[in-house]
């Protein structure tokens, strides 16, 4: 049974909007001391591929997934883990939140396991201890996960932050589930951004190819967050505002509902 807890809202940061002039990090802050309960979830495409250009290590893309060799995966967890979380943490701490900083390793948070040889050291989740999390929130922390996952008794493995996100929402029937990243929200094929999408039409997207790349696991990640009876939204995490806007009730980006 997954542990209820309709007052928290997760919010994945992508990558794609780190470092970028926004208000996401203020925004978060301002939420908890408000009182909300807030997890946050974060990417970090761009800055590992950035790495491991930089190492030299090759890596590609099958279906939006980064193929994930044991070289790859040493940058990846350092990356993730020892970059970016440690910098979103001390960001939000700055801001006055307090935030703790893990990965799916730390407690058993994400269990997973290899499924994709073409994929490597990829995982798909098989459970997420949301007793975890909710003890964390419970504390007055803002935990603040890294896209690492545990393959039994010990593998690290590279998890799509989007799909961590969605299952994360999941185990603990979140109320929101907010994707921050550098787009409006969900593109139709003239380039529109969709207000609302059903199951139905995000097939037909998908089956069209409109929806594409990092926009794949998004969006598979909101349709399990809200099999719960969640809200996803996905919005850009660029603009100034946007997460406060959201949690305020505006119509903001694409909205997924069950
Ligand atoms: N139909 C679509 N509508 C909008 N964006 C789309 C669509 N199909 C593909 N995309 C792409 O998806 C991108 C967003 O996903 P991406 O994985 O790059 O960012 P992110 O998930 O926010 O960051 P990270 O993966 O680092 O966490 C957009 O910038 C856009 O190029
Ligand atoms: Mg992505």
Redesign the pocket.
């Not at 409109?210 to 926009?215: D, K, Q």
């Given at each position: 049974m997954p542990t209820t807890d309709l007052k928290t809202t997760v919010i994945k940061i992508?990558?794609?909007?780190l470092g970028a002039e926004d208000t996401t990090l203020e925004d978060v802050a301002a939420l908890q001391q408000a009182g909300e309960r807030v997890v946050v979830v974060h990417?970090?495409?761009?800055m590992i591929t950035d790495w491991l250009d930089k190492m030299q290590v090759p890596s590609e893309f099958v279906d939006g997934l980064r193929s994930t060799s044991a070289e790859a995966l040493n940058v990846v967890v350092a990356v993730l883990r020892g970059v970016i979380n440690a910098q979103l943490v001390a960001q939000l701490g700055a801001r006055g939140a307090r935030a703790v900083g893990l990965c799916g390793v730390d407690g058993g948070l994400v269990r997973a396991e290899r499924y994709d040889p073409r994929l490597g050291y990829v995982g798909q989740i098989t459970g997420v201890n949301g007793e975890l999390l909710t003890d964390l929130l419970d504390a007055g922390v803002v935990p603040v996960i890294a896209p690492i996952g545990l393959e039994a008794p010990d593998q690290p493995l590279n998890i799509n932050?989007?799909t961590v996100a969605g299952e994360v929402a999941r185990a603990i029937s979140a109320k929101h589930l907010v994707f921050l990243?550098?787009?409006d929200g969900?593109?139709d094929a003239s380039g529109a951004v969709i207000d609302r999408l059903d199951a139905t039409r995000a097939e037909a997207l998908r089956a069209a190819g409109?929806?594409?790349?990092?926009?794949i696991p998004?969006v598979e990640a909101c349709f399990r967050a809200t099999e719960g009876g969640g809200l996803a939204i996905m919005a850009n995490g660029r603009t100034p505002g946007t997460l406060r806007r959201i949690v305020d009730g505006e119509q903001l980006g694409t909205r997924i509902e069950a």
């Open positions: 992508g990558g794609s909007t990417g970090g495409g761009a932050a989007d990243t550098d787009v969900l593109m409109t929806i594409a790349g990092g926009m998004k």
